[in-house]
């Protein structure tokens, strides 16, 4: 074996699977090598780990890559966000009402990933990644079993929800990690951790086993370093999944690797007004700004163009959203499985009870929230407009494609906020979703690509001098066109370095 135990952690997805085709390093060493690093759980990045399920995986995987029946990303790690079930692992989705919770299945999503003898890629699991409670939040502040630090700098928050995974990813603890994306939780944690990460078309990666928020709006997706990872794990997860999931869309599967290096000469990147006014910072402005100048160099047009109802997006949402949540999280009531009280009187106590100890405060917040908006007086003047708003912010979206190819713009108003900044005004984090919402209400694909570093939250004149932190490029797609914004991620990729640094003093 060529590969030393101490480089295997800095490889590319794409770098270890050709390492472990060739031969060149074995799938148990992969994985004994990434299970060294997750010892003391850095950055509080994992919620569940045990050695000996991974260990027995990649032992599979060495006996397939042996036998010549290797998947095609055989043997590389890989850890799944705490919301998607499991059979080998616990999965909580953050709350302390799903306290070790063990699923009879997986999820369709870690089926697709998990052992090629399945029909899977065959990626060994290192574990579940923490996230915030059922994938409310957008700091990672909100999960039962403590808050995750981004590596960039451990005082501020990873992002949210999927910053478990984000971090992860982002401190060489695996290559590769998936995440859901309900409102931006894909897209805002991989900004601010310096990743890169795609959310695909609404009902192109299956939602089995996903443990559902919104179900109108929650999708899978992966999170990588680098676009060509993202395509990857993108193909293996995408395909048709109707018989168990009813949003699954017909779509048969595609190599998102075969678009990747093609020219984006001429490609028109619209650039919505909306996306660059009031409340961006001065220094995510500069480095998106960075980005696009990158583009044009590159032979691709910018383009003005406007998504006008951008700023409706937020009420939208935080009326849809917990809506569809106050229905899903229904069902964990203390009688089939996860937490119940202890002490109860009756039934209803029961309920009662057991709903109040094992929900955290943002999910009790969106309950109560989407019960009020559904209530009898209140559906046709709150639910029903929202609905109605929605139809019009994706009507937006499809008038700026008769213009446009590609949207771009910055992923969240700033870089990174400190922890518990945000503690006593959970608004304040809502409406840092302001340029993730739009794309998640009409169930378009989009991603954030490492652009570049903020200093630390300038905004205007006023400094705060302080670690640079990653700042991400959000690109926006039409549907079913993640093979589009995949390549011209790549390209810009290959044109700059920002998704190869990594935090400061990382080994």
Request: charged letters at 20%; glycine letters at 10%; hydrophobic letters at 40%.
């Amino acid at each position: 074996m060529s590969r030393t135990m101490t480089t295997l952690h800095n490889m590319t997805v794409a770098e270890l699977a050709q390492a472990l085709r060739a031969k060149q390093v074995s799938a148990v060493e992969v994985a004994t090598s990434f299970l060294a690093r997750l010892g003391g759980n850095p950055h509080n990045a994992f919620l569940d780990i045990d050695s000996e399920v991974t260990l027995a995986q990649a032992q599979a995987s060495d006996a397939r890559l042996a036998a010549g029946t290797a998947g095609r990303l055989e043997g590389v790690p890989v850890a799944h966000k705490d919301v998607f079930v499991t059979r080998d692992f616990v999965t909580t989705a953050g709350s302390k009402i799903l306290t070790g919770y063990r699923s009879p299945f997986d999820a369709t999503l870690v089926q697709k990933l998990g052992a090629s003898a399945s029909g899977g890629a065959g990626m060994v699991s290192l574990g579940k990644l923490n996230c915030d409670e059922f994938a409310m939040g957008s700091a990672n502040e909100n999960s039962a079993f403590g808050k995750v630090t981004n590596p960039w700098d451990t005082a501020r928050v990873p992002g949210g929800s999927s910053g478990g995974s984000a971090a992860a990813v982002a401190a060489r603890l695996v290559p590769a990690a998936t995440g859901t994306d309900t409102g931006g939780s894909i897209r805002q944690p991989a900004s601010f951790c310096g990743i890169t990460g795609i959310k695909p078309t609404y009902g192109r990666a299956s939602r089995y086993g996903m443990i559902a928020y919104a179900s109108s709006l929650d999708q899978g997706g992966p999170m990588a370093r680098s676009a060509e990872d993202c395509a990857l794990l993108l193909s293996a997860m995408c395909g048709p999944d109707l018989d168990r999931d009813s949003t699954s869309l017909d779509v048969p599967a595609e190599d998102f690797t075969a678009s990747l290096n093609g020219s984006i000469e001429g490609l028109r990147i619209g650039i919505p007004k909306e996306f660059f006014g009031e409340g961006l910072h001065a220094d995510v402005r500069a480095a998106v700004d960075s980005a696009l100048r990158e583009f044009e160099k590159l032979g691709a047009k910018l383009v003005p163009i406007s998504l006008p109802r951008t700023e409706l997006s937020i009420p939208v949402y935080y009326i849809i959203a917990p809506a569809e949540a106050s229905s899903n999280l229904s069902r964990f009531d203390g009688v089939k499985f996860g937490h119940r009280a202890k002490d109860y009187t009756d039934l209803v106590d029961m309920y009662k009870k057991t709903r109040a100890e094992g929900f955290g405060n943002e999910v009790k917040r969106r309950i109560m929230t989407g019960a009020y908006v559904l209530s009898h007086g209140y559906y046709d003047a709150y639910y029903l407009q929202a609905q109605k708003i929605r139809r019009m912010i994706a009507d937006d979206f499809q008038n700026a494609f008769k213009e446009c190819d590609v949207i771009a713009g910055p992923v969240a108003p700033s870089v990174a906020w400190k922890l518990g900044e945000n503690a006593g005004d959970p608004v304040a984090d809502y409406l840092a979703d302001i340029f993730t919402l739009p794309a998640s209400l009409a169930g378009l694909p989009g991603m954030s690509v490492p652009a570049g570093f903020g200093a630390n939250g300038m905004q205007g004149s006023e400094t705060e001098i302080g670690k640079p932190l990653p700042v991400g490029l959000q690109l926006i797609g039409n549907y079913f066109k993640e093979a589009q914004l995949l390549n011209a991620a790549h390209r810009l990729q290959q044109a700059t370095d920002f998704h190869l640094r990594q935090p400061e003093g990382l080994q």
